[in-house]
């Protein structure tokens, strides 16, 4: 049996399979594969995101993100993407002015902001990392203040109760924080209510929020909401990110700067 003369429901569960090895696919390239109109298509797109096994794009459409429920310890995530984390670091370290008081909350992608500081002066620096921490003490020229209460082994990062009490008495010129998830609909996501609760304290505390992250974290959902995304002030995040995304987070009121992927 050709493509052309499948059935409806057996063309949808066809391609809602090509796009889950395939990752996304334009309205035209289903068209041509299926020999089908480009209306007929985004009928079929339509019934697939209904049943929530596809996501709708504009153009076409991509494979339904699962919640992600776990993720690699730290010292592996340094290592990922490490280039283009790199480059991140770099731009959100030019948000930063001399002086500010930030709080930098840890993650791969934060101690790349952290590792681009050095050239800074007088900042006061607010960190739940011990690997963030590890990074400003080595560069010696800034005050570095660290959260208490629970380290996490995973993360060498604090969490729990007294962090967040301690979040409570502080207030910082910017706040720059990953996540583990963010689409324009969910918002931000964490990995556990932990980690959700420690992100909303931070949130509370700063004038601006400033998000880092890879575009790999974009369209996905972890465990726990955070918080809608019109609380960032700004996205830090590479030439990946999805050019739908970008506009839907600009529609939140949200600036977005991004880097190149490669030289």
Do not use: W
Not at 220 to 242: E, F, K, M, N
């Amino acid at each position: 049996m050709s493509n052309s003369d499948l059935l409806g429901y057996e063309r949808q569960e066809k391609i809602a399979q090509i796009l889950e090895q395939r990752g996304r696919l334009t309205v035209a390239e289903i068209s041509e594969a299926f020999e089908i109109s480009e209306a007929t298509v985004r009928r079929d797109l339509s019934a697939l995101a209904e049943r929530n096994l596809i996501r709708r794009v504009h153009g076409g459409a991509m494979r339904a993100q699962p919640v992600a429920t776990s993720e690699a310890p730290i010292m592996q995530r340094l290592e990922q993407r490490a280039d283009i984390k790199r480059r991140i670091g770099q731009a959100a370290a030019r948000l930063i002015r001399d002086g500010e008081t930030v709080l930098l909350i840890g993650g791969s992608t934060g101690t790349a902001v952290a590792r681009e500081l050095g050239t800074h002066a007088n900042l006061t620096l607010v960190t739940d990392s011990l690997i963030v921490a590890n990074e400003l003490m080595q560069q010696g020229i800034h005050k570095v203040i660290i959260l208490g209460g629970m380290i996490d082994a995973d993360e060498l990062a604090v969490r729990g109760t007294l962090a967040r009490l301690f979040l409570t008495e502080l207030q910082v010129d910017k706040v720059i924080l990953g996540t583990k998830a963010i689409s324009p609909q969910r918002g931000l996501s964490a990995e556990s209510p932990e980690e959700a609760e420690l992100f909303r304290a931070c949130i509370q505390v700063g004038q601006r929020i400033i998000l880092v992250t890879d575009s790999s974290k974009f369209h996905q959902s972890a465990l726990v909401r955070i918080a809608a995304a019109d609380v960032l002030d700004t996205v830090v995040t590479d030439a990946g990110v999805p050019a739908e995304v970008v506009e839907a987070l600009q529609e939140h009121g949200v600036s977005i700067e991004i880097v190149a992927l490669e030289d």
